[in-house]
């Protein structure tokens, strides 16, 4: 299921705010490889948003080029038969505050290398990304680089012999000249220590997932005797009280049992998910977590969840990697044991995956681009950062039947 695209906080915030700081320099949007189609639609907001604003100082120099019918910047990423590449800026980007948005992620996006078609990995996303920067060569005015899922970010700390891939990659780009990082649901937020001086933000999408569970479900009661909000694991625990948190509902979680004697790929494998909290029998459950990678975690709290007699089971995860394949998701569905699972387009999203009846596409696009507009005034973006405000207003609409 694919949504319509809205943000009920965006007028209070931006689309109809009356300029009051001007810009840091003409924006820029530069969309690497597999993000085209969502930088489009950032892009529509923003051209729509500026030509809609008045103000008497927007025909002077300081607003040169603020109002355009197109802020994204042509770049490409040329490859050589051996399988070497270059990246290349198609026009100047001089004093220009320039967005990079990329999904190291998108295994869709493909490239030939001695005459056999390889797909992309994050390393080779995470490349092109640094020759984009290296091509720019320092002429614009700041650089910001805006990577959802986070390269990386799942090896945030040492155990062992191992590297710290995440907290390295933040330093090279940092010292190719990014200022500002921004990112959503960071694995642990704590790898930003790695570049202390330079802006790093990584975003909850909380009011996006409500937006889209009151949107797409019926009979839906966001209250504690009717719904609960549950952690598949110790580490998500931070993100699940804050969502409780914000909807007043209580929390439940699961602790998983590792077999510490063995490694599959590449971590110890689960041996059992135990439960932790109220009793869950006929209520509404959303499972929160920051990804879904091969689903086997989230699958089996459902299926202990419907054990313990729950009504329904939601998941929002703000990626949807699903990289074990869908089949098993299929089964679940038919089986009643999963109820709707909603994920963003911060991360590809294959064809097959958005047909799905129990798949609900959560649209960032707009949230993206108000983001984009404050910064480029350099204005604070602590509203759009602590969406408390508009969740309380929807769960008003809500109970008042809008939804």
Sequence with gaps: MILEPDYDGGKMLYEDKKIDSIPVGPLGLIPLKGMEEFTNKVNNYLVEWRKERESEHKSTLLFSEYEKDNYII??????????????????????????????????????????????????????DLKRIIAAIAGKARRLTVIMPFLYEGRQHKR???????????????????????????????????????????????????????????????????????????????????????????????????RDYTKIVDGRNPIIAHEFLGGC???????????????????????????????????VCATFGLFTGGLAKFDKYYEMGLIDGIFTTNLVYQSPQLLSKPYYVNVDISK????????????????????????????????????Y
């Design 74 to 127: 042509k770049s490409t990423i040329s490859r050589f038969g051996s399988g070497e590449a270059k990246g290349t800026i198609e026009e100047s980007v001089r004093g220009d505050d320039l967005y990079l948005l990329v999904d190291v992620c998108n295994y869709s996006m493909t490239y030939s290398l001695s005459g056999k078609i390889n797909h992309m990995s994050p390393d080779d996303h995470f490349q």
């Design 159 to 257: 155990s062992g012999r191992e590297s710290l891939d995440c907290a390295v990659a933040l330093q090279e780009l940092v010292s190719m000249g990014v200022d500002n990082i921004i990112t959503f649901d960071a694995h642990d937020p704590r790898v930003q220590n790695a570049i202390p001086l330079k802006g790093f933000e990584t975003v909850q999408p909380i009011y996006q997932f409500l937006k889209a569970l009151v949107k797409s479900q019926k009979n839906l009661s966001i209250d504690a005797e009717h719904m609960m909000i549950i952690s598949p694991d110790e580490g998500g625990m931070n993100r699940a009280i804050y969502f409780a948190n914000m909807l007043g509902l209580d929390v439940g979680m699961f602790y998983k049992r």
């Design 280 to 314: 869950v029998e006929g209520k509404d459950l959303i499972v929160v977590d920051d990804m879904i990678s091969s689903g086997e975690s989230v699958l089996d709290v459902a299926k202990e969840l419907k054990a313990r007699k729950a009504k329904r089971v939601f």
């Design 367 to 402: 949230y993206i681009a108000l983001i984009i507009d404050n910064l480029n005034h350099d204005s604070s973006i602590s509203e759009l950062m602590l969406p408390a405000g508009r969740i309380n207003a929807l769960l008003k609409k809500h109970r008042e039947g809008q």
